[in-house]
C-alpha cells in the first residue's frame, strides 16, 4: 500500500541518515524501507532505482554548503568553492564515492561541477577551457576528498598501517594541490588572455 | 593440504585474469582458489588477508609499463610519468579504486607515489613540497582515472544517460589538468627558488 505521506524529502533524508551512521555499503533500498517502515514499492514511487536515489543524494550533500561572497576574481571564487565543496563532502561518509558515482553515470547536470564551473564565469577563458578547468579541479577534489574518507575509515577500524593521518596533513595537502591548480589556472589565462590593444 | 607448487607470482596473476574478467566486485578469496583449483588456506600461505593481496595487485598494475627515458627536465618527467601511470592504471578494470585503497590502508610504499615523486628529485623544491606536489598529482591522477573507468563500466552495461564519453574526451581533459598542475608546480618552483648570487 502506498504511504501517501511518504515525500521524497523523507526518503532522501532517511538514506542521509542510513549514510551517516553506516556508510554506503549498507545503504540499500531493502534498508531504507525498513528505516521509514514501509514496503520497497513506496520507494521505487519516488527513486525508480538506487542510482537516481544516489543522484539526488549527491545533489543534496554538495548544495548544502556555500561559500562567504568575500571572495573575489575568478581566481579567489574557484579557490573558495574547493574549499566549501570539500567541507560538504567531509559531512557525509562516502560522499566523493557517491558524487563520482552519479558523475560517472551522467545523471542531470552535475552541482560539483556546475559551482566549479560557475566561478569560472568571469575568467578570460573559452567555455571549453573552462568546462575542462572546472573538471580538472573537481578530479584533484574528488580524488582527494576520496583517499581522505578512506583513511578516515580504516583509521576507525584500526585497518590502517602506519600513524594515523592528521586532517591538519590533509588540510595541507589540499591546499597546496588546490593553490598549484589556481596557479597553473592564472599562468594559463595569462596566456590565452589578447593583448590590449 | 598444501599446494606446494603454488607460488605468490600464481596467486597474484590469477587474481589479476579475475580482476580482467570480471571486475574487483568479483574477486574474492573463495574465487581466486576455485580459479587455482586450491583451498583458500593455500592462499592465506601467500597472502594474510584480501588487503594484502589488493595491495601487491596495486604494485604489480602500477610498476607494469614505464615512460620513454627521452623526457628532460623534472616537468618533463612528472608529465611522462602522470601519462604513462594512467595507461597503466587503463590496462586493469578497477585499478583506480585497487590503488587508491592500497594507498588508504598505508601498506607499503606506494609506487604510484613514489614514481611521481622521484621525478621530482631535480625540482627545486624541499622534500616537503616535492611529496605534495606528487601528492597532488596523484590525487588528480586517481580522480580522472576512477571517474574513466566507472563511466567506461557503465557505458559497457548501457547504464549511462546521454552520450557515451569517447576516450579522446577523457584524454583531452586529462592533458588539460596535468598540464595545468605542471605550469602551477614551475610557477611555484621559481617562487621557492633563490635568486642566483
Known amino acids: 500500500m502506498q504511504n501517501a505521506r511518504l515525500t ?4 532522501a533524508r532517511a538514506a542521509l541518515r542510513i549514510l551517516d551512521e553506516l556508510g554506503l555499503p549498507d545503504l540499500t533500498m531493502r534498508r531504507l524501507a525498513a528505516e521509514l517502515n514501509v514496503r520497497p514499492s513506496a520507494l521505487y ?14 545533489d543534496r550533500i554538495v548544495t548544502r554548503r556555500h561559500p562567504a561572497e568575500s571572495a573575489s576574481g ?21 560522499s566523493a564515492e557517491i558524487v563520482s558515482s552519479s558523475l560517472a553515470l551522467g545523471l542531470g547536470e552535475n552541482p560539483a561541477h556546475a559551482r566549479l564551473r560557475q ?23 574528488l580524488g582527494h576528498v576520496s583517499l581522505e574518507q578512506q583513511r578516515l575509515q ?6 590502517r598501517s602506519g600513524e ?20 597553473g589556472l592564472r ?11
Request: zero cysteines; proline letters at 5%; hydrophobic letters at 45%.
Open 154 to 159: 580504516y583509521d576507525s577500524l584500526g585497518a
Open 187 to 197: 599562468d594559463r589565462a595569462s596566456a590565452d588572455s589578447p593583448a590590449p590593444s
Open 8 to 11: 521524497r524529502d523523507d526518503v
Open 119 to 141: 566561478a569560472l564565469d568571469s575568467s578570460p577563458f573559452d567555455a571549453e577551457s573552462a568546462d575542462r578547468a572546472a573538471t580538472t579541479m573537481l578530479h584533484f577534489l
Open 74 to 94: 575568478w581566481d579567489g571564487r574557484l579557490r573558495a568553492e574547493a574549499f566549501v565543496l570539500r567541507d560538504a563532502l567531509l559531512a557525509y561518509r562516502d
Open 164 to 183: 594515523p593521518v592528521t586532517l591538519e596533513s590533509h588540510e595541507g595537502d589540499f591546499r597546496f594541490g588546490v593553490d598549484i591548480l589556481i596557479a
Open 45 to 58: 514511487w519516488h527513486f525508480p532505482n538506487k542510482q537516481t536515489l544516489l543522484a539526488d543524494l549527491a
